[in-house]
């Protein structure tokens, strides 16, 4: 029994490590940076991690199903296109940060007046739909080695899809972790440090540009 069971917990333990790879944690780094609440980071993960299941479900289904076969060259493709997202994910957020720079609000309080920092939320919808997208095209790009790892580890199309979902269970797991702990930084308690806040958000940035540079030059060149 515990020999059948086994796969299927390598399964989780992989698609939690598969959550922390560089380029996935970079590009949700860099959507995190918009968030002032770890919870709300952790709920941009969790979407992540949906978006990377529903596009592996789909095209798991296609070739374990269908039999359909993919051209690996395919695959390649996608994965410099995740190159090149995230290159456009760290200018946009660079550029979103200082357009649109805190400002301050004076209130009194009795006869004295206060000085508070602010900032406009980014709405949840919209930040929870980028990481749904983000997290499809994460997992387009590496589907066909997973589907294929799958394969290897179950005998039938019906297991290996089945290995595909518990892994994918496993990576939401691992995405919602990271996204929280990456989201600390930004939270509302330390949106004071104005300064360190606005360098984690240039590092990111940077990031996203060398990270994403090295894979379009990996995959397309």
């Given amino acids: 029994m515990w020999l059948q069971i086994l796969p299927y917990l390598l399964a ?7 959550a922390f790879e560089t380029d996935h944690l970079v590009a949700v780094s860099n959507i995190v940076s918009k968030r ?20 592996i479900l789909i095209v798991g289904l296609l070739m374990l199903s269908l039999r359909w076969a993919i051209p690996d060259n395919y695959f390649q493709m996608m994965e410099g296109g995740v190159g090149m997202m995230i290159i456009f994910l760290g200018i946009f957020r660079l550029w979103q940060y200082f357009a649109q720079s805190p400002h301050t609000h004076i209130h009194l309080h009795g006869k004295k ?13 919209h930040l929870h739909k980028l990481s749904y997208g983000i997290g499809i095209i994460h997992g387009l790009a590496g589907s066909g080695v997973l589907i294929v790892a799958a394969m290897a580890a179950m005998k ?20 919602l972790v990271a996204s929280g702990v990456l989201g600390l930084p930004f939270s509302k308690k330390l949106q004071t440090f104005r300064k360190i806040q606005m360098g984690l958000v240039v590092f990111s940035c940077l990031l996203c540009l060398l990270v994403g540079s ?8």
């Fill in 12 to 18: 989780v333990s992989v698609g939690f490590r598969h």
């Fill in 36 to 55: 002032n609440s770890p919870l709300l980071a952790m709920k941009d993960g969790v979407f992540w991690g949906l978006g990377h299941t529903s596009s």
């Fill in 113 to 125: 007046a206060h000085v508070h920092l602010h900032m406009h939320d980014q709405p949840h919808q």
């Fill in 156 to 175: 039938t199309p019906g297991s290996s899809l089945l290995f595909l979902v518990i892994f994918s269970v496993g990576c939401i797991a691992g995405m």
């Fill in 214 to 221: 090295r894979i379009m030059m990996e995959n397309w060149f």
